[in-house]
């Protein structure tokens, strides 16, 4: 399961501040165990990490997601749904999805007001359009999160690795916000108007598109005689022959989520702009997904709390900490 790890496992965060007040408040505090997810866009929290999370709504966590942008410069990936008086609407619409998606995972949500960047194309990129989240400072692009932060008091945070996931500019300055956010709520000097210190203890990126998951995939739909999407996939690439392999973050938390794939997939199509009912995403039977690769996955980033890996629970080494 281990792939190569470019950073320690577990770095933890600047010790006294765990050690002063903060975290004597995290842990004492009353109150049921709170997740957040940060994400870009709408959609993203029906790709990554949904099951996950309503595993851990109907267990009692609190659950937030954090939207950084509107999704305004997204195509339309459905066609379906590729309509002029759609498109015109797209904002507002990609609002009535997440509305919906929200519902159907039971977590709570909240857009925090930047633009999209969009997905720049062509060689050399274009610059980013002006105003939008990639191209604003980051303690500009990490204030309504760390605010967040503070009201929410998350004990676990989950993110994109340094990549983004997948390098969207967008995607990739949620990575660094997310950090920010992570080492500077618990700091009183640090954004100082945006509400009360409070230390999260762990900090997640999430590793949902690797290979050993479409190798299950491909390998049980293809011993059920079903053809396989997966094969170009996981398959080496000619071009990538000699080049070092791509960066890649272990695997140290396995969360058990299979039961809840069916409502990860009604949340997906709940975007029904950006999601084709007919795609890639619902092409391996739910049952067979079940049988092969039954977690969600992520790489403990930070961690203040003592935790040992694997771990199949994002609370691991904070349940016995927090009274709830
Ligand atoms: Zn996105």
Known sequence: MSAVSPEPDVMP??????NGTELTTACGADGPLRL??????????????????????REGVEVLVCTLTGGERGDILNKAMDRPEVLANLPQIRREEMAKAREILGVQQRFLGFVDSGLPEGDPLPPLPEGCFAAQPLEVAARPLVQAVREFRPHVILTYDDNGGYPHPDHIMTHRVSVEAFEAAADPDRYQDCGEPWQPLKLYYFVT???????????IMVAHGLESPYAERIADKPEDAGKPPRKTFEITTLVPCGEHFALRDQA????????????GWFTCPINLQQEAWPTEDY??????????TPEDDLFAGIREKVRC
């Not at 957040?36 to 709504?57: C, F, I």
């Not at 598109?209 to 390998?219: D, G, I, K, Q, S």
């Not at 997906?268 to 795609?279: E, I, R, W, Y």
């Open 13 to 18: 965060a600047d010790r006294p501040v765990v």
């Open 268 to 279: 997906l199509l709940a975007h029904a702009t950006q999601v084709d009912p007919n795609g």
């Open 36 to 57: 957040m997810a940060v994400h870009a866009h709408p959609d993203d929290e029906s790709s990554k990490g949904a099951a996950t999370m309503a595993k851990y709504v």
């Open 299 to 308: 790489h403990l980033a930070r961690s203040v709390v003592d935790t040992d």
């Open 209 to 219: 598109f690797h290979r050993a998951r479409f190798t299950a995939l491909h390998e």
